[in-house]
């Protein structure tokens, strides 16, 4: 799905798309950093898995189902990214092959008309099979109108033509969605690079609002959740650097990749104004690609860390749900492209084992009651220091704190902020067992470079 990104659960979904806004103006207020003692609310570990979403191969593309099982289950992802493209009723892709796929994994599927697509009867008739089988995620709009033109309603659009074909695609998209007596809980996520509109149809915002001077009307609706591809290295953000991928998590012009703030904010190829910053800050959103492919300074090591961090990052900075582009490298396309958590072989890359043990780390299934809080710090958080506090259904904190750094490291000191007879310590990088127990303690040192520990409370 992916060429360019140059300038080039559902019947709650709103409740979680304010829940996670109240969280973002919760982390923005205090910079999401325990560097002042205070109370921090818990967010459900159950809802950071939930974010942990790929791209991924099928059977349409030479990648046996039993093979793809095989992958999530190891890597702990809750959800992929589907669509009606290569999709038929007699294979080898089918609806039940989803099905089938949710069934033996648990998998979600967000459900678009992926690159070029216009058939609306064909991917809700499809969504509501896998409605039916609660396997349904989302809708997505087109994926990247710039790269793949348009055709609805007699009139091709997108690319450098008129974009006027694109929006009513997708403003008929959320009707129909929103009319279908079955479908209508679900929510409907965006098109990818919205940024690249020729002409001021609106598709960087939700809901076009009055005097946005477009030409489509106001109250038009596009979508419920803004939608993105931030991949991590960009033109004008080449190179390995600290903090790289939580600056491009960045919702606000501060972002260097193809972002929130470029799509939805002021657009990139022609500068039409969109959301104030002060409105991004809390615009539901999800990416349904981004990543890094092994290359160059990008050694199979950094990869990884880029991709352990990258989903840590999303979710803090307010990205409901969050693909990465590959669950393993393409063979059907331009060759090996070594985007993949899983190199062509199927063999795990470093990326694959670090985020199965920090799934495994993290395992939790249920749904806790409302998440405790507790009154930790950490003095003199360096700004390449980040944490996030979950809460499993048992009732235990895990408390993740990491580091962005390429070079060098930072010591620091969690204040717990009362005494925990039990402090449990994981470093994913390491494998998913305990590397340090300590009893009775309110202090936990650590030293940090570039990746996360896991404090289990």
């Known amino acids: 799905m992916r060429k360019s990104n140059e300038c080039r659960i559902p019947c709650t ?23 002042a003692q205070q109370r921090t609310t818990a967010i459900r570990t159950a809802d950071f898995l939930n974010s942990l979403g790929a791209n991924s191969s099928l059977p349409d593309r030479g990648q046996p189902l039993t093979k793809t099982i095989e992958m999530v289950r190891y890597l702990g992802l809750r959800w992929l990214r589907g669509g009606i493209e290569g999709l038929t009723s007699d294979g080898p892709t089918t609806v039940q092959t989803y099905i089938d796929l949710h069934h033996q994994t648990g998998m979600r599927f967000s459900w678009g008309l992926v690159s070029g697509g216009n058939d609306l009867k064909r991917l809700t008739e499809t969504a509501r099979q896998l409605a039916v089988a609660d396997a349904l995620l989302a809708f997505e709009g087109n994926n990247e109108p710039n790269n793949w033109g348009v055709t609805y309603q007699g009139q091709t659009g997108g690319q450098d033509r008129t974009w006027m074909p694109v929006a009513k695609l997708q403003r008929d998209l959320y009707l129909t969605v929103k009319n279908d007596p079955m479908l209508k809980k679900y ?5 990818s690079e919205t940024g690249a509109e020729t002409d001021n149809v609106g598709l960087q915002f939700l809901t076009i609002p009055t005097g946005a001077q477009t030409l489509m009307p106001p109250g038009t609706q596009y979508a419920d959740y803004a939608l993105c591809h931030n991949y991590i290295y960009h033109p004008r953000s080449p190179g390995l650097e600290d903090n790289k991928t939580w600056n491009a998590a960045d919702p606000t012009s501060m972002s260097k990749v193809d972002g929130l703030y470029g799509n939805y904010g002021v657009t990139w190829a022609k500068h039409f104004s969109g959301y104030a910053e002060s409105e991004l800050l ?104 980040h944490d996030l506090l979950l809460q499993k259904s048992n009732g235990r904190f895990e408390l993740v704190v990491w580091d962005e750094r390429v070079k060098g490291s930072d010591k620091v000191e969690v204040n717990l902020g009362t005494t925990f007879s039990s402090v449990t310590i994981y470093d994913p990088t390491v494998g998913p067992s305990p590397v340090e127990n300590l009893k009775s303690t309110a202090h936990v040192p650590l030293t940090l470079s570039n990746h996360p520990v896991v404090l289990e409370l």
């Not at 973002?24 to 560097?35: E, I, L, N, P, T």
């Not at 393993?328 to 062509?344: C, H, K, L, V």
Request: one cysteine or more; hydrophobic letters at 35%.
């Open 13 to 35: 979904f709103l409740c979680l798309a304010l829940c996670l806004a109240c969280r973002f103006v919760s982390v923005a207020a205090s910079g999401q950093r325990a560097s």
């Open 282 to 385: 809390t615009l539901p959103r999800v990416t349904t690609e981004t990543g890094s492919s092994v290359d160059g300074p990008v050694t199979e090591d950094i990869q990884a860390l880029n991709l352990l961090s990258m989903y840590l990052d999303q979710f803090k900075r307010g990205w409901s749900y969050t693909a990465v582009y590959l669950l393993r490298d393409r063979t059907d396309e331009d060759g090996n492209q070594t985007f993949g958590f899983f190199r062509p072989d199927y063999t795990p890359r470093k990326a694959a084992t670090y985020l199965h043990n920090l799934t495994t780390i993290l395992a939790d299934n249920g749904a806790s009651s409302i998440p405790g809080s507790l009154n930790y710090s950490i003095p003199d958080e360096p700004a390449t220091m």
């Open 187 to 191: 929510p409907v996520w965006g098109m």
